[in-house]
């Protein structure tokens, strides 16, 4: 069931080698910079990778949700910063402004994000509601049939770049989660406020704000909120999981080439069991959660149920992936804690997995939930 097929093989392969070639070489220029990599991001939409799942009536490649994971997991393999500005304008991003954007929107917005041409960004979260998303305050109202929306969202990934926005916001507040949609809003719109960029641990070139809304005109996208949102959260904890197993091969690959060429007591430490047990424990916990991870995705790209699956693919694969990336800082010890070498980048890029997407209690909180029945 987790086995690739020979064409996500193939996929794999070709994402590797671009990765290698594009993304490794400057992955810690774009890291340094800070700044959102408007090249490569051209260049991945020129591969068709933002529209991998989506039909190719709206422009994508119809291909399954695993092939998406493979790309999201050897991108995070390059740089996690790309990684993420990716998986969030192939999913977050557009994924609203396909199912119920009009035509209009099709052809304006989609079709030129999904070629890479124009950039889509995500906002469920404000300053005073992450996890608890009953707490959106963003408020939206209705009159004569036009739509304003106002308040303030925080941790926007892309958001400084964006060209359009799905903005959650609250119709009724009283009704809590039931009072929710969604609703497109474009740079443009009058009493839209791009923040700057937030300064942030990792994921630099994200490029990661707030926005405030005052007033704005905004297009309703589906009924639905939270339904629709339910769904889609199984599917970026299973991609946050696959960035994750990325971020853990880097940091594994780094650990071990390092260990073989640094000699101490007239010996590579490779050679030191305290060492060889790190990298062996990594290893092994790597490939549970590979396997976690892409059994949760075959159960979504078969139409399965999957919120236990999802959140415990994503819980073990990011807790894995800090720990390896802790150990590769503990392997390289001073060198592990200097700019130049990559092992410090993996250890900060690591810690956005603990959050986006759900953070680890809140994810035990939704396991619990299933094994308790409640
Ligand atoms: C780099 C980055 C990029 C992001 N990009 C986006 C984006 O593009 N769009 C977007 O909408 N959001 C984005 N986010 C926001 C992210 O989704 C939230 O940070 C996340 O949901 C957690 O919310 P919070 O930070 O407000 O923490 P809080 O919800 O305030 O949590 C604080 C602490 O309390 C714990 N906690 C909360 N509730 C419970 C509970 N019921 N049981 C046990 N513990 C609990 C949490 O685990 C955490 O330890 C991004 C965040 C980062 C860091």
Redesign the pocket.
Known sequence: MIELTPEESEFRATVARFVDREIAPVAAALDERGEFPRDLFRRIGELGWFGLRYPESAGGSGAGFVTYLVLAEELARGSMSVAASTA?QAM?GTDFVFRYGTPDHHARLLTPALRGEKIG?????EPD????LARISTAARESGGAWRVSGR?????NGTVADFYTVAATTDRAQGLKGLRFFLVERDAPGLRVGRRIQ?V??RA?E?TDLALEECPAVPLGQGGVADLGKMLDQVRTMTGALSLGLGRAALDEAARYAKQRVCFEKPVAKFQAIRHMLAQSAADLEASRLLVYQAGRRIERGLKCGREAAIAKLLASETANRIADAATRVLAGYGFAMEYPAQRFFRDAR?LL????????LR?VIARDVLEE
């Open positions: 969030m977050m960004a995500f906002c469920l979260s509601a992450g996890s608890d969202k925080m941790w926007v990934t942030t990792g994921l994200g990661v956005f959050i986006g997407g759900g953070t680890s209690e809140i909180d």
